[in-house]
């Protein structure tokens, strides 16, 4: 499974230059936990930092130009830090199992019609034994021209700036002069400047890793889950996955009945220790074909619909629905899940979480958003990231663990939300 060890992003919105966990140029830091939580006040950007996620996942699928106008952005120029002129730019250093990581670097500006497109692309990664240096780049696109190493070759060093050498290497590739070099590589000229060099190439089975990486960004599951989205009548269907929005809860239940009976009565047992009462949930199907979702509670004889029921009920079980997927998504990320939760049921949540992204071999990384205390109450210092606004208005970012005083007063046995609700992890 892979896991995203560090994430820097720059000039989206109020995120400057913020970066969490490790980069390849940052190797002295810790990288991110399997669960990570943000904190911060209201403003301060947590939405924003959830946002840049799903703006590269959006970006991944449709190009950048309709991420752009996606999801309320309201555009290129609305997303730009305010008062900057630079591209937006997004690196992600992440790691398959047993494997050397990779670094994905993205760089997204407008051109002379104000419409956005990619400006530069690029993977790099070490070769086998380098331990320190540059890594070595085997995707290097400028304007939706470049050069791509095949298969698991390590590629070449190219000048950080990239336009020399990479103009040399394409033409010397093309004449047949670097003939030991064109066997390996592929000189790229993308027909559609606003789409993702990633996305076309990691459709071809002679780029493994770019694939690998496609599929790892394909796969994120980043929770736009509203209750009055699960009340929806579906149509009857069993289907494998919840889908971002929780419409097809009902269908998922379904599937689930049918394929993983013992994982369903799991969630069913977990639900009853957490919301008392409720001891069976099933699927009734309309006639027309349309799909009711039924919770059963032990004082009445009669079922109560998914219609029926409160909001905490449904988060609390598409949640729980989503951990048992018995194919997790690989980036679990999900903004303020305590919304319409009872206080009392946030520390166990939180407690779930964290065993699925560390108790499962294939289990999701998860990232969350909060400003519920509660909730942090559950984590360690190493896992919590406090954001905040700096003296220019943009955000900062730093780790909980960095603060030694924290440290120190969590291992005396003070729970870290309180530290935080008194003000102790405020900057000073």
């Not at 996606?70 to 555009?75: L, M």
């Not at 992600?92 to 670097?105: C, L, S």
Request: aromatic fraction near 10%; include cysteine.
């Amino acid at each position: 499974m892979a896991k995203i060890e560090g994430f820097r992003i720059k000039n989206f919105r109020v995120l400057k230059d913020v970066t969490l966990g490790r980069l390849w140029n940052q190797q002295q830091a810790e990288p991110l936990t399997p669960m990570t939580a943000v904190i911060g006040k209201n403003g301060v950007g947590k939405s924003t930092l959830f946002d840049a996620f799903g703006f590269l996942a959006d970006a991944l699928k449709s190009g950048v130009e309709e991420a752009c106008d996606s999801r309320g952005r309201g555009g290129f120029e609305r997303i730009r830090a305010q008062g900057q002129k630079g591209p937006i730019e997004f690196e992600v250093y992440y790691k398959e199992d047993g494997n050397r990581p990779i670094t994905y670097e993205i760089s997204i500006d407008i051109d002379s019609s104000g419409r956005p497109y990619v400006l530069k692309e690029r993977l790099r990664q070490r070769r086998k034994g380098q331990t320190h240096g540059r890594p070595f780049s085997f995707l290097v696109l400028n304007s939706g021209r470049g050069v791509v190493w095949k298969g698991d070759l390590e590629g070449r060093q190219i000048d950080e700036e990239g336009d020399f050498d990479l103009v040399s290497l394409m033409e010397s590739i093309k004449s047949g002069e670097a003939k030991e070099e064109s066997k390996e590589t592929d000189v790229v000229e993308l027909e559609d400047m606003r789409k993702l060099g990633i996305a076309t190439l990691g459709s071809l089975k002679q780029h493994p890793r770019i694939s690998a990486f496609r599929k790892f960004i394909e796969g994120w599951y980043l929770s736009y889950f509203t209750p009055d989205a699960a009340r929806s009548l579906p149509l009857a269907g069993p289907q494998k996955h919840l889908n971002i929005h929780g419409d097809n809860l009902g269908n998922v239940v379904q599937f689930m009945e049918r394929e993983h009976p013992k994982s369903f009565r799991t969630i069913l047992n977990r639900i009853a220790e957490k919301i008392p009462g409720v001891n069976k949930i099933d699927t009734e199907k309309t006639n027309d074909g349309r799909l009711l979702l039924r919770f059963n509670d032990r004082g009445f004889q009669d079922p109560f619909y998914s219609q029926q029921m409160s909001d905490g009920t449904l988060k609390v079980f598409a949640y729980l629905l989503l951990l048992e997927d018995p194919a997790p998504p690989p980036f679990l990320c999900i903004e303020e899940p305590e919304n319409g939760l009872y206080h009392k049921l946030l520390e166990s949540l939180a407690q779930e979480f964290r065993e699925h992204a560390t108790g499962r071999k294939d289990g999701s990384q998860v990232f969350i958003t909060t400003h519920q205390p509660y909730l942090v109450d559950a984590l360690e210092p190493t896992e919590v990231w406090i954001l905040e606004k700096g003296s220019d208005g943009y955000s900062v970012i730093r780790r909980a663990s960095d603060d030694t005083v924290v440290q120190n007063m969590v291992a005396e046995g003070l729970p870290l939300g309180g530290l935080w609700y008194s003000d102790y992890l405020d900057a000073r």
